[in-house]
């Protein structure tokens, strides 16, 4: 499997699919520990990506990313939109003009997008956000990807997988970031929504490989 432009957008669209899909999961997720708008917030930024990939093909892999960064920054709002967009915005610039992307390009893309959610929110592992996810996800990559011989499908596996245990392992965390983190030792016992949302869209970047 060639991760391409093609393969790019399709990741965008099962994004957007999977936003809509997981919407009331995100909405109940942030009702818990925020303010219940995490699932409209993710759904109406990757409706509004779906449209601008409907208005023309982006040529590269990085354009689509970076078409997505803009579109996320400026639709979704709250705390995620600037995180998510600085995250696609990252990994698009890490991607260069490449035509296509191999497992370390991969695992590099996912490491610039992680640093960017940490520059941007200062949210170390173990606060309960959305890095408990993507720095798992990073680890495994990056591990799947080295010595070169990892076949593309096997590296967004890894990350992919990883991701959701990260996801999964934010239920006793206590948060110390966000909105969250204003309920103190009563955030936990409950699931991290935007580490949900991100281990949704990296399970998307398989599904688009399958
Ligand atoms: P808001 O909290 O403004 O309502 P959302 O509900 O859309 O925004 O997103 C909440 C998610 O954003 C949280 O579940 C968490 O994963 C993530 N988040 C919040 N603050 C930070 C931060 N400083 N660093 C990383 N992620 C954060
Ligand atoms: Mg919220």
Redesign the pocket.
Known sequence: MELDVAWTVKWLQLCAEAMAEHRVE?IE??RA??????GE??DRGFQAVLAKLADGPPETPSAALKLTAMTLMST??????P?YGTAFLRAATSLGDAARIDPPAWAAALAAARDG??A????EPG???????WTPAVDAARDAADGGKADSLAVLVAAADAAEAGAVA?DPMV?R?????YLGERSAGHR???????ALILRAAVEAAA
């Open positions: 995100l997720l942030d520990i925020g303010d219940s708008d995490h917030n993710m979704v709002g709250g705390a995620a939109g995180l959610i940490v941007r929110g200062k949210a606060d309960k956000t959305m890095v408990d996810a934010t948060a970031k966000g909105r969250a983190s991290d929504p935007g580490a949900v949302s991100s």
